[in-house]
T-cell receptor, first 111, second 115 residues
Framework: NAGVTQTPKFQVLKTGQSMTLQCAQD?????MSWYRQDPGMGLRLIHY???????DQGEVPNGYNVSRSTTEDFPLRLLSAAPSQTSVYFC??????????FGQGTRLTVV | GDSVTQMEGPVTLSEEAFLTINCTYT??????LFWYVQYPGEGLQLLLK???ADDKGSNKGFEATYRKETTSFHLEKGSVQVSDSAVYFC??????????????WGLGTSLAVNP
């Protein structure tokens, strides 16, 4: 009964480094998304996908890339980390007409 | 575009007090409405939902009624517990590419319940 699994839970990066946040779901959901959560800003959508091979930008896509080669996986790539990307990142998945299921989050600090 | 506005926190209550967290929305269509809860250090989880006007969602003693005439979906609980301390998010669904759902979020309201 895994649901949505995110790794890692914590990460510290130096400015300019790149990394990939992993997200996997085992519920066969078509829709997956990445959010960042910052104090006073709520949840902001970074990228989303409505199925394998289909991705699109959300509100704050700059500095991030995604791909969806399988239904299960939706990794988020930081190309060149900046201190402004210090945040908590959440992956979510949902199926048609159903609620979103969230991962436990990744707390990222860029120094 | 669609939007959600919820009352600012933090909200601090004593145990057994009555809770109301206001949420209003703007939407061009007929969205579904949700309340999510985030406990400290965890991801968000669905608390309750309503899919059409006048529907009442309920769970764990919390209730919210979908009011189309006032475009509201206020969260209420008659007697809060310390374990209800969390951040509460109001959200509405937005339809993109057919039936797939994109969620529009409020900023969240932090609730602290003191014993």
């Amino acid at each position: 009964n895994a649901g949505v699994t995110q790794t890692p839970k914590f990460q510290v990066l130096k400015t300019g480094q790149s990394m990939t946040l992993q997200c996997a779901q085992d519920m066969n959901h078509e829709y997956m998304s990445w959010y960042r959560q910052d104090p006073g800003m709520g949840l902001r959508l970074i990228h989303y996908s409505v199925g394998a091979g289909i991705t699109d930008q959300g509100e704050v896509p700059n500095g991030y890339n995604v791909s969806r080669s399988t239904t299960e996986d939706f990794p988020l790539r930081l190309l060149s980390a900046a201190p402004s990307q210090t945040s908590v990142y959440f992956c979510a998945s949902s199926s048609r007409q159903r609620e979103a299921f969230f991962g436990q989050g990744t707390r990222l600090t860029v120094v | 575009g669609d939007s959600v506005t919820q009352m600012e926190g933090p909200v601090t209550l004593s145990e057994e007090a009555f809770l109301t967290i206001n949420c209003t929305y703007t939407a061009t269509g007929y969205p579904s409405l949700f309340w999510y809860v985030q406990y400290p250090g965890e991801g968000l989880q669905l608390l309750l939902k309503a899919t059409k006007a006048d529907d009442k969602g309920s769970n764990k003693g919390f209730e919210a009624t979908y009011r189309k005439e006032t475009t509201s979906f206020h969260l209420e609980k008659g007697s809060v517990q310390v374990s209800d301390s969390a951040v509460y998010f109001c959200a509405l669904s937005d339809q993109v590419l057919g039936n797939n759902r994109k969620l529009i979020w409020g900023l969240g309201t932090s609730l602290a319940v003191n014993p």
